[in-house]
């Protein structure tokens, strides 16, 4: 069974402060999604990345793709009261589509 | 990427009867999935619903309980039957858009069973 685990399960910071939440399987995936959910909406994609060793950025968070495409981490710089939420990993590959979502890191970023 | 709507956005229903959510897309898609998932925690998938066939479901949901329709490219429906309180849930419709497996999500639907 895939399975991908996300660390920490919660974090609880100020505005300003620097952040890691990393995401991390024993199984390699074809590609790697990163999503934001904010309480009573849907997960809204943050960034997908396929290589392995990928590093995107957008604006301050910095994603990254491990070498042998089992695990990922997303950085944000100078966090904001806007970066709140419930932060999800999910992997892809095979044959069926299916993502396999990760355990999920929920963050409050206090002002 | 894919603009997704669900009806209704949230619901209270009673336990034993039935609600039907419905899952609208703005352009034709192959692939769309539906999950279950407790607030502040992570998702779990239902089913795959691809239109023409019978959906295919996750170890744990049976069709019994949540039958799928997805009577063409843009719409698809997941009733839950006999409801009980062990429903409550937030329920997601998603769509594949791209070919590598990154999907868009609808805004869920919010379900409180009494």
């Known amino acids: 069974t895939q399975l991908l685990e996300q660390s920490p399960q919660f974090l609880s910071i100020q505005e300003g402060e620097n952040l890691t939440v990393y995401c991390n399987s024993s199984s390699v995936f074809s590609s790697l999604q990163w999503y934001r959910q904010e309480p009573g909406e849907g997960p809204v994609l943050l960034v997908t990345v396929v290589t392995g060793g990928e590093v995107k950025k957008l604006k301050r968070l910095t994603f990254q793709f491990g070498d042998a495409r089992k695990d990922s981490s997303l950085h944000i710089t100078a966090a904001q009261p806007g970066d709140t939420g419930l932060y999800l990993c999910?992997?892809?590959?095979?044959?069926?589509?299916?993502?396999?979502f990760g355990t999920g890191t929920l963050l409050a970023v206090q002002p | 990427s894919a603009v997704i709507s669900q009806k209704p956005s949230r619901d209270i229903c009673q336990r034993g009867t039935s609600l039907t959510i419905q899952c609208q897309v703005d352009?034709?898609?192959?692939?769309m999935f539906w999950y279950r998932q407790q607030p502040g925690q992570s998702l779990t998938l239902i089913a795959t619903a691809n239109q023409g066939s019978e959906a295919t479901y996750e170890s744990g949901f049976v069709i019994d309980k949540f039958p799928i329709s997805r009577p063409n490219l843009t719409f698809s429906t997941l009733t839950v039957s006999n409801m009980s309180p062990e429903d409550s849930s937030i329920y997601l419709c998603?769509?594949?858009?791209?070919?590598?497996?990154?999907?868009?999500f609808g805004p869920g639907t919010r379900l409180t069973v009494l």
């Open positions: 998603s769509v594949e858009v791209g070919g590598t497996n990154t999907q868009y």
């Open positions: 352009s034709q898609v192959t692939m």
């Open positions: 999910a992997g892809g590959g095979g044959a069926t589509n299916k993502l396999i």
